[in-house]
């Protein structure tokens, strides 16, 4: 009898500890927060404008549609965009943090529920899922944030840009704020 308990305990447990230790592994490969002392820039980041139109309303700015691909273990450092936009999650997972400024997280709606929104203030890092998004008006308030892949895989970001088209799309900035060459 006590050997039965043994065999049905190991074979509830054994497996429950491989699940554990696999899914550990998946966690180690993820991505942080970029490190502290990163030299200011991109790190396994790529982006490309799919479309984008100048617009007789907002003489100046151009409405643009664009794919952005984190790497595993890509990271980008605390950086401005003279823009507002609307960030969302095709596939993989983002982290992403504001160290200045304000912005909204929209969740996905879950069959049945409405979608859900969020106000994110700079000090709380999040993780956005498939068809998560984050928005930010950088005219009304100055935004600076981060972002990295926090999954196993590529994270692949489209974004709605409204861009001022006279200034750099992406500034990079220490961390008292200043603007740094990367």
């Not at 429950?16 to 790190?43: F, K, N, T």
């Not at 984008?52 to 950086?79: C, M, N, W």
């Not at 984050?134 to 861009?163: C, K, M, P, Q, Y």
């Not at 001022?164 to 740094?180: L, R, S, Y």
Request: hydrophobic fraction near 40%.
């Amino acid at each position: 009898m006590r050997s039965k308990r043994r065999l049905v305990v190991a074979a509830l447990v054994i497996p429950m500890l491989a699940l554990l230790i696999g899914s550990g592994v998946g966690v180690l490969a993820r991505s942080m927060q970029p490190p502290p002392d990163a030299e200011p820039g991109s790190v396994g980041f790529q982006g490309a404008i799919l479309a984008a139109i100048d617009t007789s309303v907002a003489p100046g700015f151009q409405l643009q549609l664009a794919r952005s691909v984190f790497e595993p273990g890509a990271y980008v450092t605390s950086h401005i965009h003279p823009t507002a936009i609307v960030v969302c999650v095709e596939s993989g997972a983002l982290g992403f943090a504001l160290q200045h400024g304000s912005g909204t997280v929209t969740r996905a709606a879950m069959a049945g529920t409405p979608t859900t929104t969020e106000q994110l203030l700079p000090g709380n890092d999040i993780e956005l899922q498939p068809n998560d998004c984050v928005s930010f008006d950088h005219f009304v308030e100055h935004t600076s944030h981060t972002g990295w892949n926090n999954s196993d895989g590529e994270t692949v970001l489209i974004e709605a840009r409204l861009v001022k088209t006279d200034e750099q799309f992406t500034t990079f900035i220490n961390a008292e704020g200043t603007p740094v060459a990367p």
